[in-house]
């Protein structure tokens, strides 16, 4: 039975001309959201590098690229965001091949699905591997070549659950949150040189990432699962995304109702605990 929730279709107005001549790095560019910014991105005359652990789905999204507009500029560079030992060289070799990136979009990501008292410790060292330090050290590796221009902007999409939780999303929440420190942080230290960053927040989106989360046991969950409100499809989350990139905003959630739930924890904090409560995590953990 396709438990998948109907789409949410909605228009995004969105200036390309934004990105024409923008040299454009997407992580997790092979699947979801980063494949649908990858596509989306093909025809604004940007130039674009993607890179993932899996070489030949990066060589199928340049692919359908190229069906979009057979002019694009594309560059595939496979690698894995938790060697992060690899990265300086990564980094070199991605500047050596286009002289300089002027956006880096870090959207490689796995999920959870798992209690946190089951979770094994690797299991949560690994979400933090991909999902934190991926973003963290990819961003100090290319950092120094953006300041060096005065110009660039670091997009990380993070979650919702980056501002409150879910159960059986421990370390995925965690992970998340971090960012939302680290890199409103970073904002501070690196203001007025002309780098910016932008922290996006997407709601539930209707990707392969719930199959991909990671269990307790670390395998693959396997299942796609309902959200507790309606789904967007990962090309209109992309569209927004693209809009809050072109305005310029350092902070944006993306979203049906459940962008509202890091305010409904801030305002209410107390009445959201009691909401998480123990039936609450039952109830999630049958439905999903
Ligand atoms: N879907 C949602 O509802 C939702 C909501 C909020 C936030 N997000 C965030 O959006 C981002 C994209 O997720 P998605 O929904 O598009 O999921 P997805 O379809 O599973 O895509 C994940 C992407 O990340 C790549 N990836 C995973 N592990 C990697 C690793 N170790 N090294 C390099 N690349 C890796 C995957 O490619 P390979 O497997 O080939 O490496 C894939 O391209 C994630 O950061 C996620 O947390 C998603």
């Known amino acids: 039975m396709d438990h998948t929730l109907p789409r949410i279709q909605t228009k995004t107005d969105m200036n390309p001309s934004v990105f024409n001549n923008k040299t454009i790095w997407i992580t997790g ?37 190229r069906e979009r507009n057979a002019k694009v ?9 938790a060697e992060h030992h ?42 933090f591997d991909v999902n934190f330090f991926g973003a963290v050290f990819l961003t100090q590796g290319l950092l120094p070549s953006m300041l060096e221009r ?28 971090a960012l939302q420190g680290y890199f409103d942080t970073l904002r501070a230290e690196i203001a007025g040189t002309g780098v910016e960053i932008s922290i996006i927040r997407p709601g539930w989106i209707e990707t392969p990432m719930s199959r991909n989360a990671l269990t307790a046991d670390g395998v693959s969950y396997g299942k796609s699962t309902k959200a507790l409100s309606r789904k967007m499809s ?17 902070d944006a959630a993306i979203g049906g109702i459940e962008k509202w739930g890091g305010v409904l924890r801030i305002l209410f904090p107390r009445a959201y605990d009691r909401i998480m409560g123990k039936k609450m995590s039952e109830f999630i953990y049958k439905i999903t």
């Open 150 to 177: 005065k110009s660039g902007r670091i997009v990380v999409i993070s979650s919702v659950l980056g501002k409150f939780h879910l159960p059986g999303r421990s370390a995925y929440a965690a992970s998340k949150h």
């Open 29 to 65: 560019a092979s699947s979801g959201i980063g494949e649908a910014l990858t596509t989306e991105l093909a025809t604004t005359g940007a130039r674009l590098v993607v890179s993932a652990r899996n070489a030949a789905d990066l060589d199928n999204v340049a692919s359908r690229c």
């Open 234 to 250: 990962p090309e209109e989350c992309a569209r927004r995304i693209l809009h809050v990139v072109a305005a310029g905003k350092n």
């Open 86 to 127: 690899l990265f300086p060289a990564v980094v070199k070799r991605v500047l050596d091949r286009t002289g300089g990136i002027d956006i880096l979009i870090s959207n490689a990501g796995v999920g959870q699905r798992g209690s946190a008292l089951s979770s094994n410790p690797d299991v949560v060292r690994r979400i």
């Open 73 to 81: 500029t594309i560059f595939v560079e496979p690698f894995d965001v």
